[in-house]
């Protein structure tokens, strides 16, 4: 679940970042003034003399982003029942993290604001946009592991949920009771089908798009009902009975291929597997892909002229977003990181360490899609929206760029994965304990002076970014080798292990420096139909004579475990561990050092 996520979000990236260059291209364009032109175009729906009118932008902002809002609730509710939300321990530290990454930004811009005619634009930079920063994780790459991703995914959830709450409440005028009436019983109606396990498809439908209708005229801002309908929807963990069922129906149309027998094992297959993670399939692509990118066309075309600069320059509107986004986000998750951990309210997933935490806390910074909805219900006057759209832009761009060099500086002062039950290095051996024989992987000559055994984990990025430096220093220095050691840390790298099988795999057919530099290209996609498929490429079987694949990779644990190796890289120079920095000059100035004492 969390992987598909991730890959739908992070792809839909491109496409929501042309349609906000375009939005900015077509506003600033010589045919700048059809730009709003457009989006104040008037239409609606006729029932006799009864009729519904909202401007082209109304559609978009309360119409189809309830169905954006209706997959939040989706989530809410899979990540709830089943997910990383399930765990209190788990949930405890990014939820007071959401809090604090919404308190702070609010304070700093209400700092700026308050009691002038921006004050009631503090919601603005209080929500973090999941799609562009997953989109700016995917450029991190091998430097943002999986459980920070985890972390973050789980943030954004909380962060989505409280930016609603704020909305329903802070950001309704006024309400008009029979509308609001006309809404409970429809909701009430919904909860009845329910409860008594109607599950038309139509029925929902049509309940769902007259609760909208009552919603938007009650005064509440719809999004609302989005996200409580999709919370209303039932989630669970397939059950052995309907596992066997859809096992026995698609056995059947094996031994029988018909189309009945076809219909009857999608029906069975579909039935074990819960409403709301179908709908999630169905309704993430045309989020990701359509629905926000359009949203972005809508609303984040703002003229960008010398006048329009110069105000947003000294606006505090515009400064209070921007500082909101970059500077409040920061703080604000980062404290609210902190304190459950210094309390002891919960844990983190996987061995996070500060710099990636910090890291996340800064491109949590980039606030879009809800941002941008709020900029269109706090202000009314023109000139405002656009220093607030501006902020957004300013703010979200240097969250990204302040994110990417805290990872960069994180990862560049190095790091070990190690599982949480390590041992400290001190109390540990210095000395390798099994030598180099001639079944280790070797790249380099035999007679070289300096050997570099590494004990590494395919899934570690750690071990990700030492690669080509190894690789440098032994080009640079034909007096060395470097061989490598498996030490899977199977409690945070699941897919390690496996991986290490299809590099033995290929060792047999004397491929394993190939393989070997395939796994640490693709970290971060390692699942069997990845490892199979790069198995393909050299021609490899990945899962011939595994026990004994297992058997070989077991053994360089235990030279690892004897060598005191508790975390990966760890590093051997002539047989000595190195517990030097692990980037080229501080590799280089090691090695040199052994040729001059040799």
Not at 467 to 491: A, C, G, K, W, Y
Not at 567 to 591: C, K, Q, W
Request: hydrophobic content about 50%; glycine content about 8%.
């Amino acid at each position: 679940m969390l992987r598909a996520f991730f890959r739908t979000e992070a792809g839909s990236t491109t496409v929501l970042l042309v349609a906000t260059v375009v939005a900015l291209l077509w506003a600033n364009s010589p045919w700048g003034d059809s730009y709003e032109a457009f989006w104040h175009i008037n239409t609606g729906l006729s029932f006799g003399d009864a009729h519904f009118m909202l401007d082209l932008r109304h559609w978009v902002n309360d119409g189809l982003m309830a169905v954006f809002f209706f997959l939040i609730g989706l989530e809410v509710s899979y990540e709830v029942r089943l997910g990383q939300l399930r765990d209190r321990r788990l949930l405890a530290v990014p939820a007071v993290a959401a809090f604090g990454g919404m308190l702070v930004p609010a304070a700093v811009y209400l700092a700026l604001n308050f009691g002038g005619p921006g004050a009631s634009g503090w919601g603005v930079p209080i929500a973090t946009d999941t799609a562009f920063v997953l989109g700016v994780l995917a450029v991190v790459g091998a430097r943002c592991p999986e459980p920070l991703r985890a972390f973050l995914l789980t943030l954004a959830i909380v962060d989505d949920v409280l930016a609603i709450m704020i909305i329903a409440i802070f950001y309704t005028d006024s309400l008009a009771l029979p509308a609001l009436l006309t809404a409970v019983v429809l909701l009430a109606a919904i909860l009845t089908l329910r409860w008594l396990k109607i599950w038309r498809a139509p029925a929902y439908i049509v309940l769902g798009f007259a609760l909208w209708v009552a919603t938007l005229e009650s005064g509440i801002h719809p999004t609302l009902v989005g996200i409580a309908l999709g919370i209303l929807v039932f989630v669970y963990a397939p059950t052995d009975h309907k596992l066997l069922l859809a096992g026995e129906a698609v056995q059947g149309f094996t031994s029988s291929p018909t189309a009945e027998a076809a219909r009857e094992a999608a029906r069975r297959v579909q039935r074990a597997v819960s409403v709301n993670e179908r709908l999630q399939l169905r309704l993430h692509p045309w989020s990701s892909y359509v629905i926000v990118p359009i949203f972005a066309l809508a609303n984040a075309g703002v003229r960008l002229d010398g006048e329009t600069l110069r105000a947003a320059m000294t606006s505090p509107i515009a400064i209070g977003v921007a500082l909101g986004l970059v500077l409040g986000k920061f703080v604000g998750i980062a404290l609210g990181t902190w304190l459950p951990l210094r309390l002891k309210w919960g844990i983190l997933p996987g061995n996070l360490v500060w710099g990636q935490l910090l890291g996340g806390a800064a491109v949590s910074g980039i606030g879009f899609t809800v941002s941008l909805f709020i900029v269109d219900l706090a202000f009314d006057d023109s000139a405002l929206h656009d220093q607030a759209k501006i902020g957004i832009l300013a703010g979200s761009l240097l969250s990204a760029v302040l994110g990417w060099v805290i990872f960069r500086l994180a990862w560049d002062r190095g790091g070990v994965c190690a599982p949480p039950d390590a041992e400290p290095s001190e109390d540990l051996p210095k000395t390798l304990a099994v030598p180099v024989g001639p079944t280790d992987h070797v790249r380099g000559p035999a007679g070289a002076k300096i050997t570099i055994v590494e004990y590494g984990d395919f899934e570690c990025p750690y071990c990700g970014r030492l690669q080509p430096i190894l690789e440098e220093v032994r080009r640079s220095n034909p007096d060395v080798r470097v061989v490598f050691r498996h030490l899977p840390i199977r409690t945070l790298h699941p897919r390690a292990a496996p991986a290490a099988i299809v590099a033995e795999a290929a060792a047999d057919q004397g491929r394993f420096w190939e393989m070997h530099d395939i796994l640490y290209a693709n970290q971060r996609f390692l699942t069997d139909a990845d490892l199979e498929h790069y198995a393909a490429q050299l021609d490899v079987d990945p899962w011939a004579d595994v026990p004994r694949h297992v058997a070989r990779v077991a053994v360089d644990e235990e030279s690892g475990q004897a060598s005191g190796a508790r975390g990966t890289p760890t590093l051997f120079l002539n047989g000595v561990r190195y517990e030097g920095g692990h980037d080229l000059d501080s590799i280089t100035r090691a090695v040199e050092d052994l040729r001059q004492s040799a």
